[in-house]
């Protein structure tokens, strides 16, 4: 089911999901010879966790077990809430699921309070709570649980030979980590907390849970509507998918030569970002539409209006390779995220680059420097 997120990136008329992967799976076939830096291969669990070691500190806790809710905004987060509770399509049952939230740990999860050592309720525990302080039948309590589950706001996982079954509450109805909440549950409500984080940081922190967690079922972090957001995700595996104004045939070019063909008009070619046109930054949660693509110097740049945006630089701009730094995750390597950002743009457009101008266009960059 394709979710429909409150951070559409452009209101614009996007083509179809369905079409799109066709066409990715065609392009795919067809580009045999491009250099793919080493993020297009798909790496082990230690490359992998090395690859996000900075978007780790970014958005998670110190222990990697919780993930840090930025800028959360009270009136955005009620509507999401109530969103999700009304689902339940029944005022007794949302004023259940807010009974239940008191016993709720860190982690989301239900446990007993009264108990020094805590654990799970199970679902005779459930029951029994609930039919004594509403004092409704245990059938009535029932019936609230199935209708839960279905509305994703209360769902069993499996537990282990100890525990049967653990209860987990949707964190977007209720967040017992305030301002932040455990990584797993990414698992089990992506199409909710897709809606309150911001694209990058959603798909950054599926793919880090996805390393983290491999033996639960892959996280659904694929689950988006917009060019843009597919665009970021391919870019942040490495992978090619399909640009407009790619050359329909390979062209040669100079290092030179292509570094400014791809500057010219690489960031709405490749992300499809509008030029001269607010929208929502790409780096946080926004709503306000502080970021824009403006064209100066010969090429697009990338500005936000928000101080606390990773993206802002003493408001100089990012071109587009700033922007396949940060997404491709080599900000700290900076001998070689150049090379490996050019040669991944190179073959979206579908660029031959003449590895006999290497040398001349880097003794013409450490001029400039």
């Not at 090395?50 to 958005?59: Q, S």
């Not at 991944?344 to 590895?355: G, H, K």
């Amino acid at each position: 089911m394709v979710v429909k997120s409150l951070f559409n990136i452009v209101n614009l008329s996007q083509p179809s999901r369905k079409k799109d992967s066709k066409n990715f799976l065609q392009m795919g076939k067809k580009i045999k010879n491009w250099k793919v830096n080493p993020m297009a291969k798909k790496p082990d669990t230690k490359k992998e966790l090395n690859r996000f070691i900075t978007d780790r500190k970014k958005f998670f806790t110190n222990n990697c077990n919780y993930i840090k809710i930025y800028d959360k905004d009270a009136e955005s987060y009620y509507f999401l809430s109530n969103k999700v509770l009304g689902r339940l399509n029944n005022a007794n049952y949302a004023m259940y699921t807010f009974y239940l939230a008191q016993y709720l740990n860190k982690e989301n999860k239900l446990v007993t309070i009264n108990e020094k050592k805590k654990r799970p309720l199970q679902k005779q525990d459930i029951v029994d709570i609930l039919a004594e302080r509403f004092e409704v039948a245990k059938k009535t309590v029932e019936n609230y649980l199935s209708v839960a589950k279905k509305a994703n706001v209360l769902i069993k996982t499996q537990g282990n030979e100890l525990v049967k079954n653990v209860y987990v509450m949707n964190p977007v109805a209720f967040n017992a980590g305030h301002s932040v909440f455990f990584a797993e549950l990414m698992f089990y409500f992506p199409d909710d907390l897709i809606q309150l984080l911001s694209p990058y940081q959603y798909l950054a922190c599926a793919k880090i849970v996805n390393v983290d967690y491999p033996k639960v079922n892959e996280c659904k972090y694929l689950s988006m509507i917009d060019r843009t957001r597919y665009n970021i995700d391919k870019i942040m595996n490495g992978e090619m998918f399909e640009v407009a104004a790619a050359n329909e045939t390979k062209v040669l070019m100079s290092w030179t030569k292509a570094k400014a063909f791809i500057e010219k008009n690489g960031i709405s070619d490749i992300l499809g970002l509008p030029v001269r046109t607010r929208f929502n930054c790409i780096f946080h949660k926004d709503d306000k539409q502080l970021a824009v693509v403006i064209y100066k110097d010969g090429k697009e740049r990338y500005y936000c209006m928000n101080d606390e945006c990773v993206s802002t630089d003493e408001r100089r701009g990012l071109d587009v390779f700033n922007l396949m730094y940060m997404l491709m995750g080599t900000e700290e390597d900076t001998e070689n995220q150049f090379k490996m950002a050019m040669e991944y743009l190179a073959a979206l457009y579908n660029i031959e680059l003449d590895e006999t101008t290497i040398s001349i266009f880097n003794a013409s960059q450490k001029e400039k420097d």
